[in-house]
């Protein structure tokens, strides 16, 4: 059974950091780039930040370059995304997926798999 468990988000002032990580069980994860999206309330799930199978490639919207980096361990199949500089608007839900793909894809449509999503909640 395929599973992508989030964790890290919480509750931070803006102008902070979190780290948030996708834990992976069940697949082979260094065969598949990843991806994280977030969703705000009333609004559409959106791609954040990308990362290909081999690592080599990242990729990020532009809302979030500079401030986001994501990073993978292959021992751990575990996938990161470190939020810098946190602002009100980066407020939502945040999804780790997987993609089958060599490299990482902006449509929530291209992703196999999911998980159940991590709050993050930045006040200012």
């Known amino acids: 059974q395929v599973q992508l468990v989030e964790s890290g988000g919480g509750l931070v002032q803006a102008g902070g950091s979190l780290r948030l990580s996708c834990a992976a069980s069940g697949l082979t994860f260094s065969f598949y780039a990843v991806g994280w999206f977030r969703q705000a309330p009333g609004k559409e799930r959106e791609f954040v930040a990308g990362?290909?199978?081999?690592?080599?490639?990242?990729l990020f919207a532009d809302s979030v370059k500079g401030r986001f980096t994501i990073s993978r361990d292959y021992p751990d199949n575990t996938v990161y995304l470190q939020m810098n500089s946190l602002k009100p608007e980066d407020t939502a839900v945040y999804y780790c997926?997987?993609?089958?793909?060599?490299?990482?894809?902006?449509?929530?449509?291209?992703?196999?798999?999911w998980g159940q999503g991590t709050q993050v909640t930045v006040s200012s």
């Open positions: 990362i290909s199978r081999g690592g080599g490639t990242t």
């Open positions: 997926a997987a993609d089958g793909a060599v490299v990482p894809r902006r449509l929530p449509s291209a992703y196999d798999y």
